[in-house]
DNA sequence: ACCTGAACACCGTTCAAGT
DNA sequence: ACCTGAACACCGTTCAAGT
């Protein structure tokens, strides 16, 4: 027993991007994203490492195809309420597909995907924004606003989630904010528990309605740069 | 010449986590995050990797370690304007300090710091926040929102502006939303340069003014958790 | 063109053994 | 206790050589 998928595949299929991103879309189901590297798809596409580099530009450009083909399960047409509502539904479903891949949600912040499945979400949100009157402009700044905040809470909160090992660090965390002293820091332990309680669906319910009704009342600056001629 | 640090060192310091960690900050400084491993700390304390470990738990840990350091470098008092203002510049000097070292920021949103600095941070804040008629509880929690935001901003444009490597990324995201077919993608193709383009700075002081008029705007939900006895 | 073996230059972490 | 050598189990990427 030489290899290890080895099952109804009698001759290696060819090698091409497409094949290569499904292995690896396949291994980060299985074993998350730390284990999809070069060398272990090598290996579940029976052949060198230095082979995938014809199709595959770098690591972080695979990974970036991961998580866009991933970003095809977002749900984009939740059903009820009115934009607001549907909006906050969208990117749940967003947070949510990322919160299970924490790891993803790292290296969608280090390598943006560009991907149909990214370029559908980005249309969905700013048809919402759209339908809920937001102006163009801001719509156009807003969209980043709203999807940056999404992936960096999942990046945050994820690692939390996942490996035991960043526990400790949060705990600390906790511990440090809890524990202040109020000579020192006076608002903080004036604030105490309250900087780090809350059920997370109430922070995150919160946070949307902080950039909603943020974008819907802040007026873009007039451009700074020069007029094109 | 058996090591590269020898200067006036004649015998090996004896370690001590504040060794290790002031040694990752200037291998950080020199040579970046990427290069703050336990080996490459090892050869430069002159002893092997497995001696790092009696005083430092990971290498998450001691990225995590090696930023709140860096955060002593935040300017937490800048004068003159209104609390808004000073706010602003305090973000900014987190931002730009983040900016210049964009692995970190990816470190702190993975291994969230603990230390005095980053109390200190928080502190600030939240005394801005207080200035600023900010009720407690949303500053308690628009803290975290501020800071992430400035965080993942940073990750974001830091992978872009050191690493020629994510640039394609960047670049074919721009392409992909500027080239956008209007009879799939109607709103992207609207905005088409709008979506990307901007000086950062004015991209930056507008989400900062969202963010700012959206905590104003927005009361906290009622607790949805049970009453203490 | 596409594919590969082999090499270069690294990693984190553990553990038995020493002092 | 503190420290370490050595090992285990990996990495990304390049490049000359093959088909």
Do not use: C
Request: no cysteine.
């Amino acid at each position: 027993m030489p290899g290890i998928s080895r099952r109804e595949r009698p001759a290696k299929p060819a090698l091409s991007r497409e094949g290569i991103v499904g292995a690896a879309v396949a291994v980060m189901r299985a074993e998350g994203l730390d284990r999809v590297t070069m060398r272990r798809l090598a290996q579940e596409l029976d052949t060198g490492p230095a082979s995938l580099y014809v199709y595959v530009r770098s690591t972080a450009e695979l990974h970036a195809a991961v998580l866009d083909a991933l970003l095809g399960e977002v749900d984009l047409t939740p059903t009820g309420g009115d934009w607001r509502e549907r909006l906050r539904r969208v990117l749940d479903s967003y947070i949510g597909l990322l919160f299970d891949n924490p790891s993803l949600a790292r290296a969608a912040l280090v390598a943006r995907p560009s991907g149909t499945n990214y370029l559908n979400l980005v249309e969905t949100v700013l048809a919402l924004l759209k339908t809920g009157g937001v102006p163009d402009d801001r719509a156009a700044w807003g969209v980043d606003l709203l999807l940056l905040q999404a992936t960096a809470t999942a990046a945050e909160h994820g690692a939390q989630a996942r490996q035991l090992d960043r526990d400790d660090d949060w705990d600390a965390l906790r511990a440090a904010l809890t524990g202040a002293d109020p000579a020192v820091h006076p608002r903080i332990a004036a604030l105490g528990d309250d900087l780090v309680s809350g059920p997370p669906r109430d922070r995150h319910r919160w946070q949307f309605d902080v950039l909603i009704t943020g974008v819907l009342g802040t007026p873009r600056p007039p451009s700074t740069t020069r007029e094109p001629s």
